[in-house]
């Protein structure tokens, strides 16, 4: 089981509880009901400096499970976001931010929503990081924490365990990370249908990670993925990227596996539905030609290739995300 919580404060916005909660706990009935189990997967707990109810920014009082030095041992802490001026919230949390560092020293995972940024770097924790925070708080975050590598264009940084999130909307692209990292991709999929199918971008496609493409550092591999991304518009074989990277099939899948997790071809897939994703959402191409954009010129395959991988078809993706019907097309795969 995994042990989450979240620490609230009067200045705290309610929304930037109630999602990652609600998100991870659809994951921990779904999880448990896979592994035909009674228990919930994943425990969600409130704390707070004491247990006394606290009144949130929007009027909603909430009432901690747990105080701060009763929370047993965490898979994740949340820092939610924080309604206006910050400072505030800062000042009040003196007592207590030395328990960040703590908990980040034991591989907590931390995890701020807007300006809540701050309360990271006073605790010392962003130092030489990259970070970020409400937009409309950019200037003064790097007045107050010169030492922090704000990234002004990213919503979601990520480094050494330690995540910023920029906004309330995104922190459900980061619980659909680690929902993936916790129980799977056919977990993560399917929640992410069920809160938000029209999600713009995965993690890795959205987040600042302080590696390149941070799950791995195998530099061939890096190339070889390059090389698929600008080639995704045309049929391509494994032998022939394994030509380019002078490496022979054999060793190309073995390092591949060992660097993603994923053999060539199924990387190469996931990305072809990443892609087709994006077409299905900003354009009104028909299946077919979205298929042969993705490189593949049989749209019977791609079709059950998107099924597999987003439990749905191409144009039931299309209605879910467009919030609207479009017209049937006349392609018999689908």
Partial sequence: MFTVAAIIYPGALASSITLPMEILQAASQMAAANSRSSQPQVRFLLSAPTTDAIKLASGISL????????????????LPAIW????PT???????????????????????VGTASCLLAEAGLLTGRPATTHWNYFKQFTRRYPDVELKSR??????????????????????VHIIEEWF??????AIENQFSPEIRLSFRGAAYQSEPDSSH?????????????????????????????????????????????????????SQRIARAKGLLRHSNLAVSEIAWQVGLQDVSYFSRLFR?????????????????LFAPETDPAD
């Fill in 90 to 112: 800062i000042t009040a949390a003196k007592d207590w931010l030395g328990y960040l560092p703590e908990l980040a020293a034991r591989g907590t995972r931390i995890c701020s």
């Fill in 184 to 189: 799977g991709g056919r977990m993560s999929r």
């Fill in 217 to 269: 550092p195998d530099e061939l591999v890096l190339e070889g993925q390059q090389w698929l991304r600008e080639h995704l518009d045309r049929a391509v074989s494994i032998a022939e990227l394994g030509a380019y990277l002078k490496i022979t099939s054999r060793s190309l899948n073995r390092r591949f596996k060992t660097a993603t997790g994923y053999s060539p071809q199924a990387w190469l897939q």
């Fill in 63 to 78: 009432k901690p499970d747990l105080s701060l030095e009763d929370l047993p041992p965490l898979d994740m802490l949340l």
């Fill in 154 to 175: 990213h919503l979601i940084t990520e480094c050494d365990g330690i995540y910023c999130v920029g906004s309330v909307n995104s922190i459900a692209d980061v619980m």
């Fill in 308 to 324: 597999r991988h987003c439990e749905m078809t191409p144009l039931r993706y299309r209605e879910m995300v467009r919030g609207k």
């Fill in 84 to 87: 206006r001026n910050p400072q």
